[in-house]
């Protein structure tokens, strides 16, 4: 009875200690593959097993990118003429002010397209050409620059032409 005792006493805890030191560290070891990976050797197809719990701090729920979202705006752009102009219409045409409504694409934060919708002075004769929201990384705000053309025919029949580029007047937060 005292030599099956012995045994016991002898057996267990070399067991135990064998499970612990080769069993454990082999639970740890790195095999390579990222946390979760499983290679189904059958099919001989490599997946990504999905974990029964959520490891400390993690969530269950995937992260779905944004959704882009449309918004709108306006401001008050000062177009300046790129082009010399003749005598008489230099204190008419120089300068131009206007209120431009636009729109815009977000995308993880950021403007990704912008597009013109209508300016606040009807002019047909002046056509927004392009737009775009500008990042000023200083200051974290947006600039509405713009580059639009001046057409007309005056009284005697000549057409002008004039290019003109423009900035808004103030910063713009999205």
């Known amino acids: 009875m005292e030599k099956k005792n012995l045994l016991v006493r002898i057996f267990v805890p070399v067991v135990v200690a064998g499970m612990v030191f080769v069993g454990l560290p082999a639970?740890?070891?790195?095999?390579g593959y990222p946390e979760g990976f499983?290679?189904?050797?059958?099919?001989?197809?490599?997946?990504?097993?999905k974990r029964?719990?959520?490891q400390g701090g993690e969530s269950i729920k995937p992260i779905e990118p944004e959704k882009p979202s449309y918004k709108y705006g306006e401001a008050t752009v000062t177009f300046k003429c790129t082009n010399a102009l003749p005598s008489?219409?230099?204190?008419?045409?120089t300068v131009l002010t206007m209120t431009v409504h636009y729109s815009y694409k977000m995308e993880n934060g950021e403007p990704t397209s912008v597009?013109?919708?209508y300016s606040a002075e009807d002019n047909p004769e002046f056509?927004?050409?392009d737009i775009d929201l500008v990042e000023n990384p200083d200051t974290g705000y947006y600039t509405l620059v713009c580059s639009g053309t001046y057409s007309f025919i005056d009284s005697n029949g000549y057409l002008y032409t004039w290019g003109y580029s423009g900035?808004?007047?103030s910063d713009i937060s999205l």
């Open 167 to 169: 900035e808004s007047e």
């Open 27 to 31: 639970c740890f070891q790195d095999d």
């Open 38 to 49: 499983v290679l189904n050797d059958e099919a001989g197809v490599a997946t990504m097993a």
């Open 115 to 117: 597009e013109y919708v």
């Open 88 to 93: 008489e219409y230099i204190d008419g045409y």
């Open 127 to 129: 056509s927004i050409d």
């Open 52 to 54: 029964s719990m959520p």
